[in-house]
Every structure is written in structure tokens, then in C-alpha cells.
């Protein structure tokens, strides 16, 4: 799916520019404040994390939180305790649908410059490897399997012959 859509947008130049992407997306504005700067981004991307971590916190310990974790771990007994599956499932696609939408956003304010050729398998890939190192099931995991293997090429650097076999390790 992802290869299709990066496709379809490669070759969608009336609104991608195929290659050639979007350039020239301005920095983010507060109110009548421009965050110039990547430090700027950085930091409203570093409160936007915290806010998200937290407000992920508060749902996933409320009744439609708690409805996930059912839903989860067996949708024959989560329909039986009366959890709409339907509903649920279209709830959890929104949140995630909006956090992903954020953090793009994001990134194309702090890189100023998007295109389809940046988006490729191999990113899906990493970042479906980072929630499953770091733990899906967890709060904390997704973010730390993040740390983990955005820094962890940098630790084995010294380590150039057997970077791979440490990596896949």
C-alpha cells in the first residue's frame, strides 16, 4: 500500500510535482509568531511529542482506551462486553490518522521541502521495526525503540566491519 500511494503521488504532478515536490512550505506559525529556525521547530515538535504522549497516556486509560486493549487481545469477548468493533477500530485510526498528520506536518515545516521519493518502503519499514522493538503494546515503547535505532547506527560507527551483523543483533 505504501509503495502504491508513494507511486500515485510520484506521478500526480498537478499537486506533488512528481519529483520536483513541494518547496518552499514556510516555517510554523503560532498566532503572529513565525518559529524561524530548525531550534524553533525543534522544540514545538519536542512539546508537540509531550502533549501527544500525554493526551495517548489519558486515552488509552479511558473507557475507549481500555475498549483497544480489548478489542486487541480478542474481538469475540470485547463484542460480548458490548465494545462496538466498528467503532473502535474507525476511533483508532483517527487518533493514529491525526498524530501521523501532525508529525508530517512537521517534518515538512522543519525540512521546508516534501516529496513522494523521500517515503519510501524502506521508511514504513523502519518505523513498523522501531514500535516493535521498543514493545506495540506498551506507552513508552514505540518512543524508546525510536531512540534506540535512530541512535544506534551512530554507537556502532566505530565498529564499521561488523555494523550489520551488530545492527541486526
Known amino acids: 500500500l505504501v509503495e502504491i500511494v508513494r507511486l500515485s503521488l510520484l506521478n500526480w504532478k498537478a499537486v506533488t510535482r512528481g519529483t520536483d515536490g513541494v518547496i518552499g512550505i514556510p516555517p510554523p506559525a503560532l498566532g503572529g509568531l513565525a518559529l524561524t529556525g530548525k531550534l524553533g521547530v525543534y522544540y514545538l515538535s519536542l512539546a508537540l511529542l509531550v502533549a ?20 486487541r487481545a480478542d ?6 462486553c ?7 477500530k474507525l476511533s483508532a485510526l483517527g487518533w493514529s490518522g491525526a498524530l501521523a498528520g501532525l508529525a508530517g506536518s512537521l517534518y515538512a515545516h522543519f525540512y521546508t ?3 513522494p521519493e523521500v517515503f ?7 518505523l513498523l521495526v522501531m ?6 503494546g506498551t506507552e513508552a515503547g514505540p518512543l524508546l525503540g525510536a531512540l534506540l535505532l535512530t541512535f544506534l547506527p551512530e554507537w556502532l560507527r566505530p565498529f564499521r566491519q561488523y555494523y550489520q551483523i551488530l545492527y541486526g543483533a
Open 82 to 88: 458490548g465494545v462496538n468493533p466498528a467503532l473502535v
Open 75 to 80: 474481538e469475540m469477548a470485547a463484542r460480548a
Open 52 to 71: 501527544a504522549f500525554v493526551l495517548t497516556g489519558r486515552l488509552r486509560r479511558s473507557a475507549l482506551g481500555r475498549a483497544f486493549v480489548a478489542l
Open 120 to 126: 519510501t518502503v524502506d521508511v514504513s519499514v523502519m
Open 113 to 115: 521541502f516534501i516529496s
Open 131 to 136: 514500535v516493535l522493538v521498543g514493545g506495540a
